[in-house]
């Protein structure tokens, strides 16, 4: 196998343009690194600030510390690829990029789209077949990042598990949308005042917590990979951006269930209680249930009750 096979390039083939362009993706990786090392830093301090007591807190700091920590494994051996090759003595790493390319995406994938997963399931309030798609989902997806990294030795390609990863995504976003969808539905229904945010500021939260963006990418990473001969370029950086893209984005989920400032869990699960006047009906008294956490009953994560009462 040759060696330095990293973001699409080996070393046994590498022009001067190739080296150039392989130093100027290491330099970029570096520059995204320091955006997730940012957003770790953030994240552990959020769930640390009162103590690691709920188990739900403990889960998300086990996941983004594995995360970081291959991310930081996988890009330190990629400046000492960088290294050796400018001292022309690559073959001491020889035949080892690969497999950390691979392992690197695999577990981050898994890990991260557990915690997509998970937040999705939280605004659903756990509904049983949502969990059940969830689940064969995020089953489907690790079966073939893992069988990459196993068959690794052959080279299967570690890009036949994009389109699960993809799928996982796309889920995840429909489901957060649909349920944003489902509550402002029925709160311009039944409430006078729906809400103190503008109708911007809710297209903009949905756009953020649901992962458009992030599943877009998956999309881009995926059309890069169809033919890579045409246009390695573009291939190596979508590699060097989802390399940190697919950690990041969870990271930065926790982030916000950490402080209390997903709006758009804001919306769909914690309503500040108040009462306005219904059409007809004297009164609407909504009652909020914070899914922010996860420390409670099964009866704490069914959706928003709303108890009309008469005034």
Same mark, same amino acid.
């Given at each position: 196998m040759p060696s330095l096979p990293l973001f699409g390039y080996s070393s046994d083939e590498l022009t001067d343009v190739d080296q150039r362009a392989f130093t100027f993706l290491t330099l970029l990786l570096a520059v995204l690194y320091c955006v997730l090392f940012d957003a770790f830093f953030k994240a552990a301090l959020s769930l640390t600030k009162d103590g690691l007591r709920s188990k739900t807190n403990k889960s998300y700091m086990c996941a983004i510390s594995v @995360?970081?920590? !291959?991310?930081?494994? +996988?890009?330190? !051996?990629?400046?000492?690829?960088l290294w @050796?090759?400018?001292?022309? /003595?690559?073959?001491?790493? +020889?035949? =080892?990029? =690969?497999?950390?390319?691979?392992?690197?995406?695999?577990? *981050?994938?898994?890990?991260?789209?557990? #915690?997509?997963?998970? &937040?999705?399931?939280?605004?659903?309030?756990?509904? %049983?077949? @949502?969990? +059940?798609i969830s689940g064969i989902l995020l089953l489907v997806n690790a079966a073939l990042w893992l069988y990459t990294v196993i068959a690794v030795e052959i080279y299967v390609s570690p890009y036949v598990s994009i389109p699960a990863s993809l799928a996982t995504s796309l889920w995840a976003?429909?489901? #957060?949308?649909?349920?944003?969808?489902?509550? &402002? &539905? @029925?709160?311009?229904? /039944?409430?006078?005042?729906?809400?103190? %945010?503008?109708?911007?500021e809710n297209v903009l939260s949905i756009l953020t917590e649901s992962g458009v963006v992030f599943?877009?990418?998956? !999309?881009?990473?995926?059309?890069? /990979? #169809?033919?890579?001969? *045409? /246009?390695?370029? !573009?291939?190596?950086i979508m590699t060097v951006v989802m390399i940190i893209a697919a950690p990041l984005y969870p990271i930065i989920i926790v982030i916000f269930v950490a402080r209390h400032r997903t709006p758009l869990s804001d919306q769909l699960t914690s309503i500040e209680p108040h009462t306005v006047l219904g059409a007809g009906r004297g009164g609407l008294d909504v009652e909020y249930q914070d899914l922010l956490t996860d420390d409670h009953n099964g009866a704490g994560r069914k959706d928003i009750d709303v108890a009309l009462q008469d005034m």
């Open positions: @995360m970081f920590a !291959f991310t930081t494994t +996988y890009v330190a !051996f990629v400046v000492a690829e @050796m090759l400018l001292s022309d /003595n690559v073959a001491e790493i +020889y035949g =080892i990029g =690969i497999l950390i390319e691979s392992g690197v995406f695999a577990v *981050n994938v898994i890990l991260g789209d557990a #915690i997509i997963l998970w &937040r999705a399931l939280i605004i659903w309030g756990w509904y %049983r077949p @949502m969990v +059940y976003t429909c489901a #957060i949308s649909l349920k944003a969808w489902q509550r &402002r &539905r @029925m709160l311009r229904q /039944n409430v006078a005042i729906v809400s103190r %945010r503008s109708a911007l599943t877009l990418l998956w !999309f881009i990473y995926l059309l890069s /990979n #169809i033919n890579t001969g *045409n /246009n390695k370029s !573009f291939h190596s």
